[in-house]
Nanobody, 126 residues
Framework: QVQAVESGGGLVQPGGSLRLSCGAS????????IGWFRQVPGKEREGVSC???????YYEGTVKGRFTISRDKAKNSVYLEMNDLKPEDTAVYYC????????????????????WGQGTQVTVSS
């Protein structure tokens, strides 16, 4: 299968930290802009952060200053470091590759992304 593989989710207390990892099966992450998304049951999938092939980044307003996206080309991985987590960050987090552009001026449209993973659950609760 050609898809992303997310890992690193779990249960943390408010104010805690967590690092999510995005790996790849069947493709090279460094060939694409990579986006992190999250989804709560009953709501639309929301863009969280994006990193371009050259390293430029974008963050959704509510996570800016708390989350950091990075890329390790040698490991074919993209990470999302999440700090000062809040209950409203609770969601299933997904990563995917943007096949239409290599940079991240914003998240772009969801349909621009492919190779979606199955997601990793992040729960922030005391």
């Amino acid at each position: 299968q050609v898809q992303a593989v997310e890992s690193g989710g779990g249960l943390v207390q408010p104010g805690g930290s967590l690092r999510l990892s995005c790996g790849a099966s069947g493709f090279f992450l460094d060939d694409y802009a990579i986006g992190w998304f999250r989804q709560v049951p009953g709501k639309e999938r929301e863009g969280v952060s994006c990193i371009g092939t050259s390293g430029n980044t974008y963050y959704e307003g509510t996570v800016k200053g708390r989350f950091t996206i990075s890329r390790d080309k040698a490991k074919n991985s993209v990470y999302l470091e999440m700090n000062d987590l809040k209950p409203e960050d609770t969601a299933v987090y997904y990563c995917a590759a943007n096949l239409m552009r290599s940079w991240c001026l914003g998240m772009g449209y969801t349909h621009e992304y492919s190779y979606w993973g199955q997601g990793t659950q992040v729960t922030v609760s005391s």
